[in-house]
């Protein structure tokens, strides 16, 4: 099962390298469909993350090709491959939304090619959540956490049982202490 994990994430990882490169090399050809989104978060970029943070259309779309790049790269290599599938679905999502909003063509073939590639980039999603999931056989943080915990329960029950019999021996024997003469 393992050769097909590395081979499904490098092959999931493929098209956010690449994408992630070009991107980086030109982010002019992006930043007319990406701007009129960049032009709503900015705001929300200013007020919850810095002032000084930079809110113009090419640097988010550049922070996000290089995003991108490294996650692709994380999940290919195998290395923080559940955080790195959750970041690429994060950037996935502005991309989406800005390069493919199929709702707002008038041309039937435009909204068309629109409409094809924002299901392909939902089945990424999908797929890069499945990636993110994945705990390679192995149990997750919450089963982990959750085991701690119930064993932790069965120990401490444990030590209230054993408190408990030790404390009716004790009981016991200072009372046949008390009866036998001495």
């Known amino acids: 099962m393992k050769p097909v994990r590395s081979l499904a994430r490098v092959m999931l990882s493929g098209i956010f390298v690449v994408s992630g490169v070009r991107n980086l090399q030109n982010p002019g050809r992006l930043v007319p469909a990406a701007k009129p989104l960049t032009d709503r978060v900015a705001p929300l970029i200013q007020k919850n993350v810095h002032s000084r943070f930079p809110t113009d259309a090419e640097t988010l779309v550049r922070a996000n090709a290089a995003t991108q790049l490294i996650g692709g790269l994380m999940l290919a290599t195998g ?24 709702w707002n063509n008038d041309d039937p073939a435009a909204q068309n090619n629109n409409q094809v590639h924002f299901l392909k980039n939902l089945g990424l999603f999908g797929g890069l959540l499945l990636a993110a999931a994945d705990t390679e056989g192995k ?44």
């Open 139 to 182: 149990p997750g943080m919450r089963w982990r956490a959750g085991h701690r915990i119930g064993h932790s329960r069965r120990s401490v029950q444990r030590a209230v049982r054993t408190a408990r019999r030790e404390a009716k021996i004790a009981v016991r024997s200072a009372a046949t202490a008390r009866r036998i003469p001495g």
């Open 79 to 102: 290395k923080f491959t559940r955080p790195a599938a959750l970041i690429l679905a994060g950037t996935l999502v502005p991309a989406t939304a800005a390069g493919h909003p199929f």
